[in-house]
């Protein structure tokens, strides 16, 4: 069955240091890999996608992610975290040869920068 | 671009009433989704739809109905609330390209009494 999991239900950094918010898949077949973020109230906004290519995406606001086919993962990282990123952050796979183009989600992890 | 619109915000409801959740956009998206989010479960798919005239069933399409019957629009009926609807509700579109983002409406936020 194809899924995606969100090892951490929430995760903790200090302001000003690096973060990672972890990501790993199941598709059967070549995935397409989104992260999305979504604050308190609001709908989710797109961050980065993965398509083809460099194994390295740069998104919005400093965050990036590193495909990594051999291990089936998704990290979101940023150098330097900021208050403001505190929201809850959701990975989602789309399989290429699903014909129904459905996204299959994470449950999200939560992440807190502390000052 | 409005983008993905919803409407109502919010709503209360009484169980055993029906309501009609709406969504639409405005950038001739082909695929139009309805997702539930409840805490800790991230979003589950309600409902999708491919095309006008097209729809099916996702994760949790029981109590639910949807129809398509534009590009635009793809409203989505309680048929007889009970509180286990009780939830926020976001509406997406995206092109059929499998790269496509989805993009979400500011969502509904439901209860049912």
């Known amino acids: 069955a194809q899924s995606v999991a969100q090892p951490e239900d929430q995760v903790n950094v200090a302001e000003g240091n690096p973060l990672t918010v972890k990501c790993t898949y199941s598709v059967s077949g070549n995935p397409y890999l989104f992260w999305y973020v979504q604050y308190p109230n609001r709908g989710l906004q797109f961050l980065l996608k993965y398509i083809t290519g460099d194994n390295l995406v740069k998104g919005s606001y400093g965050f990036e992610a590193e495909f990594n086919k051999s291990q089936t993962s998704f990290h979101l990282k940023k150098p330097s975290a900021l208050v403001s990123d505190s929201a809850l952050y959701f990975c989602a796979v789309r399989d290429r040869m699903d014909s129904n183009y459905q996204l299959i989600w994470g449950a999200g992890t939560k992440l807190i920068i502390k000052p | 671009n409005a983008g993905v619109t919803q409407t109502p915000k919010f709503q209360v409801l009484k169980t055993g009433q029906s309501m009609t959740l709406q969504c639409a956009q405005d950038?001739?998206?082909?695929?139009m989704s309805w997702y539930r989010q409840d805490p800790g479960m991230g979003l589950r798919l309600i409902h999708y739809?491919?095309?006008?005239?097209?729809?099916d069933q996702g994760e949790v399409p029981n109590g639910y109905n949807v129809s398509r019957s534009t590009t635009e629009d793809f409203p989505l009926r309680l048929l007889s609330a009970a509180p286990s609807q009780t939830s926020v509700y976001f509406c997406a579109s995206s092109s059929t390209s499998g790269g496509a983002l989805e993009y979400f409406g500011p969502g509904t936020r439901l209860t049912v009494l």
């Open positions: 739809s491919v095309g006008a005239g097209i729809t």
């Open positions: 950038m001739n998206h082909e695929y």
